[in-house]
């Protein structure tokens, strides 16, 4: 990622970003999963075509899910709503409390 003008981020080493004039793409890698963002569709897109060519990825639209957190963006508003339901769900299932209040 480096050698094609990615800054890795000092808060967390798998997540890499490169800005180019007001273009940004943000590529966070996790073991075997990534996921990647940017404010232009057109390089988001050609950024997914080279890595592709490099490497072996699926790319399986638009996210929902990553590494425990629920992800929903409100695109006419501009939000993106981020929550671990699933994660808690799961969790009060394992210690038998999914019916508390």
Known sequence: MKSQG??????DPGLYIIKKADTIVVLSV???DQLVA???????????????ERFECADNG???????????PNRQQKILYIGQ?????SLLEK???????
């Open 6 to 11: 990615f800054v890795s981020s000092r808060a």
């Open 62 to 72: 638009p996210v929902n899910y990553f590494l425990g957190f629920n992800v929903r």
């Open 85 to 89: 339901e699933i994660y808690i769900d």
């Open 38 to 52: 940017s404010n232009s569709r057109p390089v988001l897109d050609k950024f997914k075509e080279d890595l592709n």
């Open 30 to 32: 996790h073991i075997d």
């Open 95 to 101: 210690i038998e409390m999914t019916r508390c209040n």
